[in-house]
């Protein structure tokens, strides 16, 4: 069964200090993976895909398929990326994708 | 450009009573919708999808419904709400052959 694990439900970093949060999947074939963040009082929205291979907000995630893992890194945080993030797994079927548990993230002053 | 739209965005219902939560997404064709729970700790919980209109798929038994009357109408129903029923309901939409899949803003329920 596929399955998306986000071992930390809580992550507390201090502004300026590098973050990790961590996302590792189960899944048959070769998903599509992403990362939705939910910001205080806002929408669940896409932050980044893998195929995009891109930095947004000054995130980045790397796919490793060895260790089946997707952990999303910044180096420097910033108050404002206090907010629940979830990793999930997509692959063929109907668009549907498997979402983790979620980690919300609290960035200290 | 593409919206979705969800009501109401809060609800208290009592035991027992029915349930109609609606979802609609305007400036695109043919999507797939989604229905979600977001419970605290447990995540987000794909509750139903559907691929076109009159299709539903479930992907856990429950005491809840969905229906697709219109190509860009979702709709989440329950005849008789249980308190486990509480949580935050999410619909969702992407484009076929894309998997990234965009949110309403969210209707959280109550029922007591």
């Known amino acids: 069964a596929q399955r998306v694990t986000q071992p930390e439900k809580l992550l507390s970093v201090f502004k300026g200090a590098p973050v990790e949060l961590k996302c590792n999947y189960s899944?048959?074939?070769?998903?599509?993976l992403f990362w939705y963040v939910q910001y205080s009082r806002q929408r669940l929205q896409l932050l980044l895909r893998?195929?995009s291979r891109e930095s947004i907000k000054g995130f980045t995630a790397d796919l490793n398929k060895g260790e089946t893992s997707f952990h999303l890194k910044k180096p420097f945080a910033q108050e404002e990326d206090s907010a629940m993030y979830y990793c999930?797994?997509?692959?063929?079927?109907?668009?549907?994708?498997?979402f983790g548990q979620g980690t919300i993230l609290t960035v200290h002053p | 450009s593409q919206t979705i739209h969800q009501w109401p965005a809060t609800l208290v219902q009592p035991v027992g009573s029915p349930l109609s939560l609606e979802c609609t997404v305007e400036?695109?064709?043919?999507?797939?919708l989604y229905w979600y729970r977001q419970a605290a700790g447990r995540g987000l919980q794909l509750l139903f999808y559907?691929?076109?209109?009159?299709?539903i798929s479930s992907e856990v038994p429950q005491n809840l419904s969905a229906s697709r009357p219109q190509d860009r109408q979702f709709i989440l129903s329950s005849k008789k709400l249980l308190l486990s029923d509480s949580g935050f309901y999410l619909c969702?939409?992407?484009?076929?052959?894309?998997?990234?899949?965009?949110f309403g803003p969210g209707t959280r329920l109550l029922v007591l």
């Open positions: 969702a939409w992407s484009v076929e052959d894309r998997k990234t899949q965009y």
């Open positions: 899944y048959s074939g070769s998903p599509e």
């Open positions: 893998h195929i």
């Open positions: 999930a797994a997509g692959g063929t079927s109907y668009g549907k994708l498997t």
């Open positions: 400036g695109t064709s043919n999507p797939n």
């Open positions: 559907s691929v076109g209109i009159g299709q």
